[in-house]
């Protein structure tokens, strides 16, 4: 089992910068990788970014690539999203999800482990 509780959400406005962190327990932080999601009102769950369990590799969505920065600290057993330039349609609940093992996956499906999500809103 792994436990995930994000924080570091809230209002900004547009062009801000917001930083997210993810909180893991559980499980051995190294053996995972961890990604982030978000859902809009009355949208679907989106891949934000990834980062693998060594932290080397990453992958992001168009929309946030040059924009938002996955990392992760080992020692503390966090994962950060830093939020760069925001901009009202970044508008949403950000969630943490975390799996074991080797991959960047992009589908939610690929994920057992869900914290419970920290809203940010961007108004313009």
């Known amino acids: 089992q792994v436990q995930l509780v994000e924080s570091g959400g809230g209002l900004v406005q547009a062009g801000d910068s917001l930083r997210l962190s993810c909180a893991a327990s559980g499980r051995t932080f190294s053996t995972l990788f961890l990604a982030w999601f978000r859902q809009a009102p009355g949208k679907e769950r989106e891949f934000v970014a990834v980062?693998?369990?060594?932290?080397?590799?990453?992958n992001y969505a168009d929309s946030v690539e040059d924009r938002f920065t996955i990392s992760r600290d080992d020692n503390k057993n966090l994962v950060f999203l830093q939020m760069n330039s925001l901009k009202p349609e970044d508008t949403a609940v950000y969630y943490c999800?975390?799996?074991w093992g080797a991959g960047l996956f992009e589908f939610s499906t690929s994920y057992p482990y869900w914290g419970q999500g920290t809203q940010v809103t961007v108004s313009s």
């Open positions: 999800a975390a799996n």
């Open positions: 980062i693998s369990r060594s932290g080397s590799n990453t």
